[in-house]
């Protein structure tokens, strides 16, 4: 390796700083106010493979200043800087006066770049996508480079998803890092410890990253999906359940399962089919004993509110009597080997070709098989093993593609280890990009387990294999809030663990966390006990069934936040540092989270626990279940019998519910309760079909709710829809009455758990207050 020595010359052309050595150029681009593009080419100057992450090129004019003092060159924007001193080559940034973060060397060679960053004694680093441990990444090194692991143990690496994107917090101010590249890639936040160094590895002769100069966690984020793309607002359904299971079939018995729900009264939107529905494995076929009337199936269930989502493995079957795998074949659709043959790997279908989604014209092919499907009647897409996974271990000992084999367009071939990490989400661009052209009037719902940064923009990301462990409680929060802070809200994993047998207990607790996930899936592997919400008795049965109901009533807040994602990029699951990141009580806070900005839940994930500690961050907060108000920035235990999970309320929110239903769309969602939690604060309440592109043309409403101590002003719905809306019940939460609608006084209904209870035959544009708030 060789550092970065003196510069021999540099130049600003006005839009970058050009450095030269002798070993590598360096360039400098500020994109904005707060962002500044960090590029090294070395070895040929060959640029690396395009990614794809990076959608935004169209950026406006900065003003940018460059000058030279003292053998350092200062680049300035109006709210950042980088200082590059020459001999040896050292950068410093700064936001405002603040200094953030240095680069003490930059190593070039053997096929890598490597960036040494000082490491402050307290400083805190949060995201990388998917990576297991605590909120905190500080002494951990991390490794990108997707990978199917089963055993998920507390220092598992790498996992299924590659997003190198971090935050780092110092003395409650943050900066951000993403490296974009689909090679792999090693952050090792300090796992030598004392550290005084994080250090960040690229393999690959160029490193091309982006400094996010901040403070704000949320703004970095901002910005970040501003450059990666964000989440498109899904259709209402998938916030609602799914059920699944490896594997539900035959047919009768997906209609069973449908029965149940309905019969048992606990909603459910989605039935999930897993491999065992294909012909021997053979993607985009049925197998015909098991479904024989696939389209008839499928829309029974639809007549009974239940979408199917069918699993999708990028793997295709080397059978020359199967179209799919002679259309690949034909038009060059697989990856090769070195030696110009298609490469044979092994899946579950046994022998298997992988698909180049590098290829445009692959990306079009596969996306366009997916219209059998979409005939049938399929909802969603759910692409596994796309990391892409294999049963035989390359020359690595990985069980994926060996690093040589070929990837890429004609006359811009290049080997899989440069473009690993690309493979899930390029299949997911297929498929995405297959869903709109041939469903166009529909939102494409694609679930996926590898992605790299981007992946937003096209599927929703779960967890992958986790075991019905307490444990795994942990992770689900830890993994869904790192990958909401990487740019990544609709997340989750499978619900009550897929390997190993679950208990009642931790079924119960797991639904009450899934409840208040962005994602809430039931999932289970073969082999396991029976794992639906009715499968552990009825005490248990009444819980997920009350619990799942909430989540239905729910819907209109969580809608909001996920529209609220996909303008802005904000997490939905947000740790608790983002809310109060100048609060150090946060700084490393992993078992609990914030739903939005308005509620925190602190879900139960230990065996026996009836109670447990909550950090409730400054400001006043109301129990979820009881109304009372609780004073925060301190600590409280809050009762937690196997019933009820701890909830908080921020004051001054106003929390919109909607109607219980079986199914979202099962009747017109014309009931709206406006909870409301006294203290200063606004919500807009966001709305609209539910389904299609009717929104992008002015069909939505967004209805202003606004909380002035003990007063709700429900503004007039803004946009060109009407909500189905006949009345507003307001509940009033911590107050003593009496109560007033837009100035007279009206009866109120005291309402259980505290609270004051009253109807307005309006759907907005009216005010109801209370006097007194209770002491
Ligand atoms: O090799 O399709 O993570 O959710 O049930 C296992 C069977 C393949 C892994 C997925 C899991 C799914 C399972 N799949």
């Known amino acids: 390796m060789n550092r970065m020595d003196a510069a021999v010359n540099w130049h600003w052309t006005c839009s970058s700083l050009h ?7 360096l360039r400098l681009t500020p994109l904005a106010d707060d962002l500044i593009r960090m590029q090294v080419t070395s070895g040929d100057g060959t640029e690396s493979f395009p990614t794809g992450a990076v959608i935004k090129d169209d950026w406006p004019p900065v003003v940018a200043s460059v000058e030279e003092k003292e053998g350092r060159i200062r680049l300035c924007t109006p709210r950042m800087a980088v200082e590059v001193e020459l001999s040896p080559i050292r950068l410093s940034w700064y936001e405002g006066n603040r200094l953030f973060a240095r680069d003490e060397a930059i190593e070039v060679g053997d096929g890598r770049v490597v960036l040494r960053r000082s490491m402050p004694p307290d400083e805190h680093y949060y995201g990388f996508g998917q990576k297991e441990g605590f909120l905190d990444k500080r002494g951990r090194r991390m490794v990108m480079w997707a990978t199917d692991d089963p055993l998920h143990t507390p220092t598992t690496d790498p996992l299924y998803q590659s997003i190198p994107f971090f935050l780092a917090l110092r003395q409650g101010k943050a900066h951000g890092f993403f490296l974009d590249s689909g090679a792999r890639s ?11 160094h994080y250090c960040i ?12 100069a901040g403070p704000e966690i949320g703004s970095i984020i901002a910005r970040y999906t501003e450059l990666t793309g964000r989440m498109e607002l899904p259709p209402l359904w998938t916030l609602g359940f799914h059920q699944c299971r490896w594997s539900y079939y035959p047919a009768e018995r997906l209609r069973e399962l449908a029965r149940s729900f309905r019969q048992r009264q606990i909603p459910c939107d989605a039935l999930w089919l897993d491999i065992d529905y294909m012909d021997g494995y053979r993607v985009f076929t049925w197998d015909k004993e098991r479904f024989p009337d696939p389209a008839g199936l499928l829309a029974d269930l639809r007549r009974d509110g239940f979408k199917v989502v069918t699993i999708m493995d990028p793997g295709v ?16 659709h697989f990856i090769r080997n070195p030696d110009g043959s298609i490469h044979h790997g092994e899946v579950w279908p046994g022998t298997t070709a992988y698909p180049d989604f590098l290829k445009a014209a692959t990306r079009r092919w596969w996306g366009d098989l997916h219209k059998a499907l979409l005939d049938v ?20 000992g990985e069980r994926t593609l060996p690093h040589d084999v070929v990837q890429g367009e004609e006359g811009r071939k290049v080997p899989h280890r440069d473009v690993h990490n690309l493979y899930g989400f390029k299949m997911c661009q297929a498929t995405y990009e297959g869903l709109k052209r041939h469903r166009p009037e529909q939102r494409p719902f694609i679930l996926t387990r590898s992605g790299y940064a981007g992946i937003q923009r096209y599927a929703a990301v779960w967890m992958g294999d986790n075991h019905s462990w307490w444990e795994h409680m942990l992770e689900h929060l830890s993994l869904c809030m790192g990958m909401g802070l990487s740019g990544v809200p609709f997340v989750g994993a499978d619900v009550g663990g897929f390997s ?17 996930t962005p994602f809430f899936r039931m999932h289970s592997a073969k082999g396991t006990r029976d794992q639906e919400p009715w499968s552990f008795g009825a005490e248990v049965e009444e819980i997920c069934r009350r619990f799942i109901r909430l989540r239905y009533r729910l819907l209109p807040y969580l809608y909001t936040l996920f529209e609220e994602a996909s303008r802005t990029g904000l997490p939905i699951l947000r740790p608790l540092v983002m809310e109060d990141q100048a609060d150090p009580e946060t700084w490393c806070i992993t078992d609990q989270a914030m739903v939005g900005s308005h509620l925190l839940i602190a879900p139960v994930m230990q ?6 500690m909550v950090y409730l961050p400054r400001g006043t907060w109301y129990d979820f279940w009881t109304g009372q108000p609780c004073e925060g920035g301190r600590y409280v235990i809050a009762e937690a019998p196997l019933e009820r999970m701890p909830v908080y309320v921020r004051a001054g929110t106003a929390l919109p519910m909607g109607p219980e239903m079986a199914y979202v769309g099962e009747k017109p969602a014309d009931e709206l309760t406006v909870h409301v939690y006294p203290g200063k604060g606004r919500f807009d309440l966001y709305e609209d079909e539910g389904e299609g592109y009717g929104y992008r043309s002015g069909a939505y409403a967004r209805t202003p709710l606004v909380v002035e101590g003990a007063r709700l002003t429900v503004g007039k719905p803004e946009g060109g829809w009407q909500p189905p809306r006949r009345q507003v019940e307001v509940v009033l939460h911590g107050v003593a009455g009496p109560v007033r609608v837009d100035g007279r006084p009206v009866e109120a209904e005291p309402v259980d758990g505290g609270g004051l209870r009253v109807l307005v035959q309006r759907p907005g544009g009216f005010t109801v207050e209370a006097e007194g708030t209770e002491a």
């Open 201 to 212: 590895t690229v393999y690959s002769p160029n490193l091309d990253a982006y400094i996010f």
């Open 19 to 25: 450095i030269e050595t002798p070993v590598a150029h």
């Open 500 to 516: 190993a047998n679950a208990t009642g207990e931790l079924v119960a607790r797991w639904v009450q966390l899934g409840t208040f």
């Open 607 to 612: 065996p026996g626990a009836t109670r447990r």
């Open 377 to 396: 009647g399929v909802a969603g897409i759910w692409n596994d093993m796309n990391e892409p996974s294999s049963f035989i271990p390359n020359a690595a």
């Open 186 to 196: 090693i952050f090792d936040m300090g796992s030598l410890d004392p550290a005084s």
């Open 317 to 332: 079957k080397v059978d020359p009597n199967y179209t799919v795998y002679q259309q690949g074949v034909e038009g060059d």
